[in-house]
């Protein structure tokens, strides 16, 4: 089962790498920000996935500690435009947003500064430095499943008088459990940091969870930025559409 959870997360960190790519292609189309900030997110994410769990699949020593470190480091480097990303796309003029960011991003750094202040990763849940970056890379999850959830909605009632593409309703939707599956993976990670090793039970369940977040992340991210035709179509037909009331 462990070995699976790492197979999952380095598949999940070669899709990231084929997003990433995609859509930097499409920045330098469109000059549009949102494409350019998830991509770079995409990017580091997938360094990070590829680096942290090739050791672990292919059972060989681990990275030597200056490795570790920069993998740590690119993870963290990449929360920063997928906060910008999620308040470019939702809030981008609310000052609360701002703040959050803000939050999280000090989180972020102080956390990483200290966790790795001896030259090692410090994954412990006794080590109050990892749960403060533990929160600084959450909390972006959860508010981006919050609020491509409240978009959907109103995307859905827009959708229903013809006034939004069906798809891009349904988008929303995949993009809402991305950020709930990435949640998951979370969690998963404060099993690790509790050192779950000696139960064997909560050891499989705690990989069942990683494993299974990471390969739903990716089907929900093909079917929101690579759709299927059939799959396009098939949201299409499935949509209603009601009457638009003619003027007398």
């Known amino acids: 089962m462990e070995e699976n959870a790492y197979l ?9 790498l084929i997003a990433s790519m995609r ?4 920045h330098r189309r469109t000059r549009e920000r949102p494409e350019l900030l998830l991509g770079l997110y995409f990017a580091f994410s997938g360094i990070y996935y590829l680096g942290y769990n090739t050791p672990s699949l292919l059972q060989f020593d681990a990275w030597p500690a200056p490795i570790n470190l920069a ?3 690119a993870y963290i480097l990449g929360v920063f435009p997928y906060l910008l990303f999620i308040r470019s796309v939702f809030r981008p003029a609310a000052t609360w947003a701002g703040c959050f960011v ?3 991003s000090v989180c972020l750094l102080v956390g990483t500064l200290l966790l790795t202040q001896d030259g090692t990763v410090d994954y412990a849940l006794t080590n109050p430095w990892f749960v403060v970056q533990w929160f600084g890379y959450t909390a972006p999850c959860f508010w981006l499943g919050w609020e491509a959830m409240l978009y959907r909605q109103n995307a859905t009632k827009r959708a229903r008088i013809g006034l939004c593409p069906p798809i891009v309703a349904n988008r929303y939707l995949l ?3 991305f950020g709930c599956f990435q949640v998951f993976a979370c969690l998963a990670d404060l099993s690790f940091a509790n050192e779950v090793g000696s139960s064997e039970t909560v050891s499989l369940l705690t990989d069942a969870l990683l494993g299974g977040a ?8 093909w079917l929101a930025f690579f759709p299927p035709v059939r799959y396009t179509n098939w949201i299409t037909r499935r949509a209603v559409i009601l009457p638009t009331p003619m003027d007398g």
Not at 8 to 16: G, Q, V, Y
Not at 214 to 221: D, G, N, P, Q, T
């Open 8 to 16: 999952a997360s380095i598949l999940a960190s070669i899709f990231f």
């Open 23 to 26: 859509l930097i292609r499409l």
């Open 71 to 73: 993998i740590e480091w």
């Open 102 to 104: 803000a939050v999280c």
């Open 175 to 177: 993009i809402a459990l």
């Open 214 to 221: 990471e390969i739903a992340s990716v089907a929900v991210l």
